[in-house]
C-alpha cells in the first residue's frame, strides 16, 4: 500500500468542543483505491474526524487533504469529489428506487436527461434494475442500503466515506453491502469506513486504524494488529469442570504455564462461547498451531480427560481493540461530537445563500 498514490491526507488535525478535544493532532494517510477501516471507542473522535473530512466540520488547526484538494480553502471542489454515505438510510419511501436515483441526480445539479442515464447505470450496477420502479417501502434492508449506496454515488466520487452501512442489517444484507463495496473498490473508489462490527473491518479493510482519545494510537492491516496482542492461542474446554486444573496441569507441561479465561472477559470477544463454560475454558499462547492441536489431543487422552471443544486460533480484532484502548468496542458513534455541525462550518451556508451540494447523500 506505501507505493499507492494518497488519497486522503490529514496532518496536525485539533477539534475543540468547548473544553473537550475531540482531535488532538490527529495523523492518517488513506491509499487510493482501498478501503481504510477506523475503529475506536465512544468519543474517540471518529465522527468528528469523517465530518471533517466530509466538509461538514470546519478545520480547526491542521492540514488535510482528500483528493488532491485542500478541505480547508476548497470545501465546495471537495464536496464535488467525495461521497457520503450516513448510518441511515436517506430515501424516499413512496418514491421507486429510480426515481430516488433520479431526484439525487437533480439535487446535483445533472440535468434531467443524465440524471436518468445516471439512475439507470446504477440500477445495474448495484443489481437493482429490476427493482427500480417499485417503491422503496417495498425493499429488503439489503436493497434499501445498496439503493442507498448507489444514491451516494450519483456523482462518481473519488472517496467514499461510509459511516456504519450495514448497521441493523441481517447476515444476508450486510453480505449484499459488503459485496458492492468490494466491487466499488475494484473499480478505483477509495473507501474510509467506520464500522461498529469488528468482523466488517476484518473482511472489508485494507488497513485499519485505532483512533483513541483524539489520535491514532496504531495502525496497519488487520494481521499486523492481530499481531500486537500475540500469536496463536490454543482453546480447550473440558467436559468436566471438575478437571480443569488437572486438565491445565497436562497442557502446562506441553506449552508453559496456561491461563483460565474469565468468561466476563471472554464473552466480550466471542458470543459463541456458552456462559457454562466458565469453569471449563483453558487459553494458552502456542508457538506451532498443526503441531499444538495433535499434541494437545494426545496428551489429553493419555490422562483420560474428555474434551467437549479444542482449537486453534488467531487474536481477533475484538482482542486487538481491547488490547489498544482498554475497553469492549461497541458503537462506532461519537459522544463528543454533536449531531450537527457548528454555526459558521461549511455545512452551514448563510440564509439566502446557495451552498454547493452537499456530499452525495441525502443524509450527510
Known amino acids: 500500500m506505501e507505493d499507492r498514490e494518497p488519497a486522503v491526507v490529514v496532518e496536525?488535525?485539533?477539534?475543540?468542543?468547548?473544553?473537550?478535544?475531540?482531535?488532538d493532532g490527529l495523523d492518517m494517510t488513506v491509499a487510493r483505491g482501498t478501503v481504510h477501516a477506523i475503529l475506536g471507542p465512544n468519543g474517540a473522535g471518529k465522527t468528528t474526524l469523517v465530518r471533517t473530512l466530509a466538509t461538514l466540520l470546519r478545520v480547526q488547526r491542521g492540514r488535510v487533504e482528500v483528493d488532491g484538494v485542500d478541505v480547508a480553502s476548497r470545501p465546495r471542489d471537495v464536496r464535488r469529489r467525495i461521497g457520503l454515505l450516513g448510518q441511515h438510510a436517506a430515501l424516499d419511501e413512496e418514491l421507486s428506487g429510480r426515481q430516488n436515483l433520479e431526484l439525487f441526480g437533480r439535487l446535483h445539479h445533472l440535468g434531467g436527461r443524465r440524471a436518468a442515464a445516471r439512475a439507470g447505470e446504477l440500477l445495474e450496477r448495484f443489481g437493482l434494475a429490476g427493482t427500480g420502479k417499485r417503491p422503496v417501502s417495498g425493499y429488503s434492508g439489503g436493497m434499501r442500503r445498496r439503493l442507498d449506496l448507489a444514491a451516494s454515488l450519483i456523482v462518481d466520487p473519488g472517496v467514499l466515506f461510509l459511516d456504519e452501512p450495514t448497521t441493523g442489517l441481517d447476515p444476508r444484507g450486510r453480505t449484499e453491502v459488503w459485496d458492492s463495496v468490494?466491487?466499488?473498490?475494484?473499480?478505483?473508489?477509495?473507501?474510509?469506513?467506520?464500522?461498529?462490527?469488528?468482523?466488517?473491518?476484518?473482511?472489508?479493510?485494507?488497513?485499519?486504524?485505532?483512533?483513541?482519545?483524539?489520535?491514532?494510537?496504531?495502525?496497519?492491516?488487520?494481521?499486523?494488529?492481530?499481531?500486537?496482542?500475540g500469536g496463536d492461542r490454543l482453546d480447550v474446554v473440558v467436559a468436566d469442570p471438575g478437571r480443569l486444573a488437572e486438565a491445565a496441569t497436562v497442557l502446562g507441561r506441553l506449552f508453559g504455564d496456561p491461563e483460565t479465561v474469565d468468561l466476563a472477559q471472554l464473552v466480550k470477544f466471542d458470543q459463541s462461547i456458552d456462559a457454562g463454560e466458565r469453569t471449563r475454558h483453558i487459553s494458552l499462547p502456542v508457538a506451532d498451531r498443526r503441531g499444538a492441536l495433535a499434541r494437545a489431543v494426545r496428551a489429553l487422552d493419555a490422562a483420560g480427560i474428555e474434551a467437549e471443544?479444542?482449537?486453534?486460533?488467531?487474536?481477533?480484532?475484538?482482542?486487538?481493540?481491547?488490547?489498544?484502548?482498554?475497553?469492549?468496542?461497541?458503537?462506532?458513534?461519537?459522544?463528543?461530537?454533536?449531531?450537527?455541525?457548528?454555526?459558521?462550518?461549511?455545512?452551514?451556508?448563510?440564509?439566502?445563500?446557495p451552498a454547493a451540494p452537499a456530499p452525495s447523500q441525502g443524509g450527510a
Open 12 to 23: 496536525g488535525l485539533y477539534k475543540t468542543y468547548g473544553d473537550t478535544r475531540a482531535l
Open 309 to 353: 471443544d479444542l482449537a486453534v486460533r488467531r487474536p481477533t480484532l475484538d482482542e486487538v481493540f481491547l488490547h489498544l484502548t482498554g475497553s469492549p468496542a461497541t458503537s462506532a458513534l461519537d459522544a463528543a461530537a454533536p449531531d450537527a455541525a457548528a454555526p459558521g462550518d461549511p455545512a452551514q451556508p448563510a440564509a439566502g445563500v
Open 182 to 229: 468490494r466491487s466499488l473498490v475494484g473499480g478505483g473508489t477509495t473507501v474510509l469506513l467506520t464500522t461498529q462490527y469488528l468482523e466488517e473491518a476484518d473482511q472489508l479493510a485494507d488497513r485499519i486504524s485505532v483512533i483513541d482519545g483524539g489520535r491514532v494510537i496504531a495502525e496497519g492491516t488487520a494481521d499486523r494488529l492481530k499481531g500486537l496482542v
